[in-house]
DNA sequence: CAAAATTATGAATAAATATTCATAATTCTA
DNA sequence: TAGAATTATGAATATTTATTCATAATTTTG
């Protein structure tokens, strides 16, 4: 794909994003699109079928690129450690990526969505469970249920996430990572 | 208003939260909302003069009723136990009302909401915050900034009830509830 | 540089969906 | 129970929004 046109395909996803931040996937026209994006209505149809691939094509690329990167090179690191990486990373990345969140996740229940990108995410909670089952072996986790813990730890990242977007302006301190991660560390260690 | 009219806006609202989990609010057509309450199209604007304003009342009417109503009655209990209880009403009402909570979070940034509404509801979070003051003041809870006490609080809530719906079919054991409870409270307790 | 190919435009048209309304059924009222 | 009032119906109409397409601008090719 050439550069150009790459350029343009950003161009029209991120319109479609921010506009869901805006009025929602329900609000979501095409000429409103168009605008966000400052080209007319009709150069959409040069890059997309209808709206419903341009929205399929939009998820597929958001889903392909929030698998997290850094899972390879921790996995020699402590538990602790480990968790506190990927902490540090998921909640950097859930504010800075607020919207595509939202998106996502009324996409996910929108009659848009086509059946081959139904098969919903699960790499990241797999990932978690490896975590927190090596953790259980050599007793540094409580043995509960993992999916209790994943609730705990996935409810809480995403929340707080939430709340430094609305309520702090995006603005994430390295204070705040510390003292989320500790409390989420402190309830699930042994 | 009379019992049978009552009975008329709940078929509709049901209807509704019902279509929502099915297709969202983007989905929403008032000919399907119409069908899935087994009356006509025409029906819908003798009760709500446009889909706007069916939408305006079942949230105002999900926002009302959302407001925990146990709160009174335990305020002279010991904090960990007021704790218990609101963790276990909180709980089951979200596996409960799944559907609605569904809507809600939709109907927040959909384009339908009206000005009235949009002031959110912020009730839940003051009492919480309210009980972990006294707790904080009795050393019995751990002196974090409250943000982060109720994120992890609410986020943990909220991601375990999906989990129940979702991956439970619904099924929430006495013991699902003890366990995600004393979770939370190890991770807040001084 | 000229012709061909590609990309862009936005008004015109098609399609989807909300809303109305003439008519019918049902429920009140006295 | 007859007539008035209310509620229900769904096809017809109005409105909104998606999509097309004739035309123009731009880029590529040789």
């Not at 409103?32 to 997309?48: D, M, Q, R, V």
């Not at 929205?55 to 968790?83: C, D, G, R, V, W």
């Not at 929340?159 to 991660?181: A, P």
């Amino acid at each position: 794909m050439s550069d150009s046109k790459k350029e343009r395909l950003n161009q029209i996803f991120d319109a479609t994003l921010r506009l869901t931040g805006k009025v929602g996937i329900s609000g979501l026209k095409m000429s409103a699109i168009a605008k966000e994006a400052s080209i007319a209505t009709g150069t959409l149809y040069i890059y997309f079928k209808n709206k419903e691939e341009l929205l399929n094509a939009l998820y597929f690329k958001l889903q392909k690129e929030s698998a997290p990167a850094i899972i390879n090179e921790i996995s020699h690191l402590a538990i602790n450690i480990q968790l506190y990486k990927m902490w540090k990373i998921a909640l950097e990345q859930l504010v800075d990526n607020n919207l595509r969140i939202v998106f996502m996740e009324q996409f996910i229940i929108s009659p848009y969505i086509s059946n081959s990108n139904k098969k919903i995410d699960i790499g990241f909670k797999n990932y978690l469970k490896q975590i927190l089952e090596q953790g259980k072996s050599e007793n540094l986790i409580k043995d509960v249920n993992n999916d209790v813990l994943i609730s705990l730890i996935i409810g809480f990242v995403r929340n707080f996430s939430v709340h430094i977007v609305n309520d702090r302006n995006g603005y994430l301190s390295e204070k705040s990572i510390d003292e989320s991660f500790s409390l989420c560390w402190n309830a699930i260690k042994n």
